[in-house]
C-alpha cells in the first residue's frame, strides 16, 4: 500500500491506530489516538473517521471511539484463537465450577501470553489478567508453560532480554528461569507462587493441539498459600477434555 510522507504504510498506520486501543483503555478521543499512533492530527482525523465509516471503529455520543462491532465480526468468523476458546468453553467451565477461583486460557502471541478467556466467581481473589491482555512469558504460570514448551529460539529470544520484575519473586536472572523451564517440562506443569501479585499463585498445564503441539495453557489463579494438588488434578482433567476435543490422542 502507499506510504505516507514518513515512509510507514497505511497498513502501518492503521495497526498503529487500532493498537491504541487496550483490555483497559476501551474508549479515546481522535486527538489521544493520534498521539498514541505518532501520527498528525490531521492524518488522525482522517484515519479514524474511514475506520468509522467502515465500522471498524465506532463513534459515541460523545464523539469518543471504541473499537466497532464489524472489527469483532470478521474477527469472530476467521479466528483460530476464537475457536479454541469456543472448544475450552465447556471444560473451562468445569474446572472453574470445582476449583471456584480465577480459570484462563491462554496463547503465545508475539512473544507474550494472550489471554482468551477468564472466568472468575464472585468470591474469587486477586488477578489482573483480562481477556485480550497480556502478560510476560516469565512472569506468569500460563507464560512459562507457553515458553517451556515452545520452540528453542523462542526461549533464547526471551532469555536474552531484559527479565522485567512484576514483584519480588518474578524471576529476573535467565539462569534461574532456564532451571524454571527444564522443571516445567519435567512435571508437566507450572506453578509462580506470587510472580504477578505477592498474594496469588497461578498454576498451570500445556494444552495439545492435534499434532502434539503445545497450542495452549490453561491455568488458574489460587490464593498465595492455598495447595495446589486439587487444582492441578482439575486442569489436567480439563486439559484432556479440551486435548480430546481438539483431535489429540497422545
Do not use: C, Y
Amino acid at each position: 500500500m502507499a506510504n505516507s510522507p514518513s515512509g510507514d504504510s497505511v497498513t502501518d498506520r492503521l495497526v498503529r491506530v487500532l493498537e491504541t486501543f487496550t483490555p483497559t483503555r476501551t474508549v479515546q478521543t481522535a486527538a489521544e489516538i493520534g498521539r498514541r499512533a505518532g501520527l498528525p492530527g490531521s492524518s488522525a482525523h482522517r484515519i479514524v473517521g474511514e475506520l468509522v465509516d467502515a465500522g471498524l471503529l465506532e463513534r459515541d455520543d460523545d464523539r469518543r471511539i471504541r473499537i466497532g462491532v464489524r472489527l469483532w465480526e470478521l474477527a469472530t468468523r476467521s479466528s483460530q484463537a476464537l475457536r479454541l476458546r469456543q472448544v475450552a468453553m465447556p471444560a473451562m467451565e468445569r474446572v472453574q465450577a470445582r476449583v471456584r477461583e480465577h480459570t484462563q486460557l491462554a496463547i503465545l502471541e508475539q512473544d507474550e501470553a494472550l489471554f482468551l478467556e477468564r472466568l472468575s466467581a464472585p468470591d474469587s481473589g486477586a488477578n489482573i489478567t483480562r481477556i485480550a491482555g497480556r502478560l510476560p512469558l516469565h512472569a506468569s504460570s500460563s507464560g512459562l508453560v507457553l515458553l517451556a514448551f515452545g520452540e528453542r529460539e523462542l526461549q533464547e529470544r526471551v532469555l536474552a532480554e531484559p527479565l522485567i520484575a512484576l514483584t519480588r519473586e518474578t524471576i529476573t536472572d535467565p539462569a534461574v528461569l532456564r532451571r524454571k523451564l527444564a522443571e516445567v517440562r519435567t512435571l508437566g506443569h507450572a506453578v509462580a507462587r506470587g510472580f504477578i501479585e505477592t498474594v496469588s499463585t497461578g498454576v498451570a498445564v500445556p494444552v495439545r493441539d492435534e499434532a502434539g503441539r503445545v497450542t495452549a495453557a490453561l491455568s488458574v489463579v489460587l490464593p498465595r498459600d492455598a495447595p495446589t494438588e486439587p487444582a492441578l488434578r482439575d486442569l489436567h482433567a480439563g486439559k484432556r477434555d479440551i486435548e480430546q476435543a481438539l483431535g489429540f490422542r497422545g
